[in-house]
C-alpha cells in the first residue's frame, strides 16, 4: 500500500471550491428564502441592472487606473467632483431645489478642481 501525500491541494483551488461553495449557499437561500417575489422582481429588471454594473465597473477601473498611474492626493482630489455631478442631477432630473450654501460648495469643488489640473499643485 503506497502512503498517502500529507500535501493537500494548491492554495488556489481551496480558495475557488471555497468561493463555488459560497455562492452555491447563497444561490439556493435565495431560490428558496422567503423574499423570493422581491428576487424575482429584481430579476425583471435585469437591463437597468445590467447597465449600472457595466458603468460601474467602467469607473472603478478608471479609478484604479488613475491611482496607477498619478499621484494619489490628485486623483482623491478629482474625485471630489462627483459630488458637483450628484448636485446636477438630482436638480435636473430629480427636480430639487439647493439652497445658496450647497452652490458656493459646487463652486468652490469645481474652482478647487480647475486649479489643481491648471497649476498641478
Not at 455562492?23 to 441592472?49: D, L, Y
Not at 477601473?61 to 455631478?85: D, H
Request: with cysteine; proline share 2%.
Amino acid at each position: 500500500m503506497a502512503a498517502r501525500s500529507t500535501r493537500s491541494a494548491p492554495k488556489r483551488w481551496r480558495r475557488s471550491s471555497k468561493i463555488t461553495k459560497t455562492r452555491a449557499c447563497r444561490s439556493t437561500w435565495a431560490w428558496f428564502s422567503p423574499s423570493r417575489p422581491t428576487i424575482t422582481k429584481s430579476a425583471i429588471g435585469w437591463r437597468q441592472a445590467g447597465l449600472v454594473g457595466l458603468f460601474s465597473f467602467l469607473g472603478s477601473l478608471g479609478w484604479f487606473s488613475a491611482f496607477a498611474l498619478v499621484n494619489a492626493a490628485y486623483v482623491n482630489a478629482l474625485g471630489q467632483i462627483e459630488i458637483v455631478f450628484t448636485t446636477l442631477t438630482s436638480v435636473f432630473v430629480l427636480g430639487e431645489r439647493i439652497a445658496v450654501r450647497e452652490a458656493f460648495g459646487i463652486a468652490l469643488i469645481i474652482a478647487g478642481a480647475v486649479l489643481l489640473v491648471l497649476t498641478g499643485l
